[in-house]
């Protein structure tokens, strides 16, 4: 067997002792590694060249139950059972599978060093699915789960819009019901087109109304299209009620949606959750988008018009959907990281492969110092990025439900940490691969690709100053709550909104100051 190249494994795959990893887990991986890698990875530089993984690799994981492992642990076993799924690949009992052995999945789908193919096949049922198994009502859970968790059907999550991103407290995405009540109408009536008539309705004139179509098509000549409509204020402020950059939403029967029930600038308190039918349903208009890294990912811009939409489809309660939402923070960051880090190890021991054999100045490129010096360096990043990784993974393998939620904030860091550990794995395989980084085809093309993908992971959608911030945020907030609870104060919870808006300074200010005039009877009115 041929020698490792160094960084190409975790150390738990490297022969190593490692406190975290049981038989359990290390037969999982054994049984994923060669499945994945014969049914995706073999292809996945083809596919992700060409854009789309071809549709029969979804059906091919489906059929092994191969999408299943993308659910955060613990699995929904009673249904699983239900459906005839008691194991997983390898025998693997369903009740069995932990965080860990969803680390060593999320780990194995990026084993090609691209996170595109995987990703086209996995994420709907990693963000999307579990929000209907923890807040769908029996009824709609019986009727969407059982295709969706056999891969009959896909589904997406849509929250971004194309005015509300990191600030999901500002979609505008409605839903309002029927004057019948069996309904929500997620209104898709303010698009463009509509706003841009209804505002210039035109004088009854003939040459007025000549006027606008022959001065739009004189435009037209000197701009594109795309870059004439940011110029009118009033098409930003009548903005497109669209979702945009929803991974896999081209190929989904359902997504898990964002909308707002409240009124307008209710923010956070006025946005519910709910499963919105998509594939071929009335008023419902999706087209791919072309993305920098990710292209197989499915990433689809999705208009909604008057679509109508099952009140049994609501998720949990009415205007608690933010609350909802980063229940699903922990699995995603940690899937999220657990790639990233794959792909970052892929780019670092592609680089190390290659200084081994290239020569210039009549030597192999490893012989030179700055160049070991530089792999060293992406190397120790790396290789802490792994430890913590797998740190994570553990805890949550030990960590009652409740106590997890308090991981929400380090676990943005540790996401923001791989994009930045990431970047420097992929600089430094550019830097090292010469021309060879920037060539689409031949020795540098896997690396090449790497080098769009982590912008994607850099850039929204893992924020990393927003993920700081919010880390920097729930951190204060959780010893500022401790600090409290110890002096029997009760501590309001805050929305994911205030904490990044930065205002929940305000209210800890406020809080503190009382707790130091404790002796204060007017105490207990501040
Ligand atoms: C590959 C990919 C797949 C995606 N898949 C999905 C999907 O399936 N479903 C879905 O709903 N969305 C998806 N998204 C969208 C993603 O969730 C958003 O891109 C993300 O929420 C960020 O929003 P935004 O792009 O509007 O950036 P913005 O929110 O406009 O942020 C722009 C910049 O400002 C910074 N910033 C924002 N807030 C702060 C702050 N408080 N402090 C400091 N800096 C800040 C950000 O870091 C960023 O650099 C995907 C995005 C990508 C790139």
């Not at 600038?265 to 009335?282: D, F, R, T």
């Amino acid at each position: 067997m041929p020698a490792q190249i160094p960084f190409s494994e975790p150390p738990y795959l490297s022969s190593l002792p490692s406190p975290y990893f049981t038989p359990s887990h290390r037969k999982w991986q054994a049984a994923i590694q060669p499945f994945i890698q014969s049914h995706l990875h073999d292809r996945a530089v083809e596919w992700d060249v060409s854009g789309t993984v071809p549709p029969d690799v979804f059906t091919t994981f489906s059929q092994a139950n191969m999408i299943i492992p993308a659910l955060p642990a613990p699995l929904p076993v009673a249904w699983l059972k239900k459906l005839g799924i008691p194991t997983l690949l390898g025998g693997l009992p369903v009740e069995e599978f932990d965080a860990l052995h969803g680390y060593i999945f999320n780990d194995e789908m990026v084993r090609s060093g691209l996170a595109g193919p995987g990703a086209s096949l996995t994420t709907g049922m990693a963000f999307g699915v579990p929000l209907i198994l923890k807040f769908g009502s029996e009824e709609l859970k019986e009727r969407v789960l059982p295709d969706l968790l056999t891969g009959r059907k896909r589904a997406c999550i849509a929250i971004t819009e194309p005015d509300a991103g990191s600030d999901v407290a500002g979609i505008v995405t409605s839903a309002v019901k029927s004057a019948c009540g069996k309904f929500w109408v997620v209104n898709g009536s303010k698009k463009w087109y509509v706003s841009f008539s209804g505002s210039l309705s035109p004088p009854p004139s003939c040459f007025i109304l000549l006027f606008f179509p022959v001065f739009f098509l004189f435009l037209l000549s000197f701009y594109p299209l795309s870059s004439l409509f940011p110029m009118h204020s009033f098409l930003k402020r009548k903005s497109l009620i669209l979702k945009t950059r929803i991974t896999n939403g081209i190929w989904s029967d359902y997504a898990a949606m964002a909308v707002r029930t409240g009124p307008p600038g209710s923010g956070a308190a006025g946005i519910s959750l709910m499963v919105v039918p998509l594939k071929n349903h009335p008023g419902v208009t999706m087209r791919r988008l072309s993305v920098s890294g990710q292209a197989t990912g499915g990433t689809t811009y999705i208009e909604l018009d008057d679509v109508r939409v099952p009140v049994e489809n609501i998720l949990g309660e009415e205007n608690q959907g933010m609350r909802y939402i980063m229940t699903n923070f922990n699995h995603e960051r940690l899937a999220v990281a657990t790639g990233t880090t794959r792909q970052a190890r892929v780019a670092l021991s592609a680089a190390f492969e290659y200084v081994l054999k290239r020569e210039a100045f009549g030597k192999a490129l490893i012989e030179q110092p700055v160049v070991r010096h530089r792999l060293a360096k992406a190397g120790a990043l790396l290789e802490s990025l792994t430890a913590w990784v797998e740190q994570f993974a553990y805890m949550l393998t030990k960590l009652p439900h409740d106590k997890a939620e308090a991981l929400g904030g380090p676990t943005a860091l540790l996401k923001a940490q791989a994009g930045m550990v990431f970047k420097e794995c992929a600089d430094t395989a550019v830097l090292l691969f010469g021309g060879n980084g920037f060539t689409k085809t031949g020795q540098g093309q896997l690396v090449e690709s790497e080098l769009w993908s982590f912008s994607s992971i850099l850039c929204p959608p893992s924020v990393p100053q927003a993920c700081r911030v919010l880390t920097a945020a729930s951190t204060v907030q959780c010893f500022t709550a401790r600090s409290w609870a110890l002096e029997s104060l009760v501590v309001p919870r805050m929305s994911c909104s205030t904490l990044l808006s930065g205002s929940w300074s305000r209210s800890t200010r406020r809080r503190p100051r009382c707790w130091r005039r404790r002796e204060d009877p007017d105490c207990e009115a501040v």
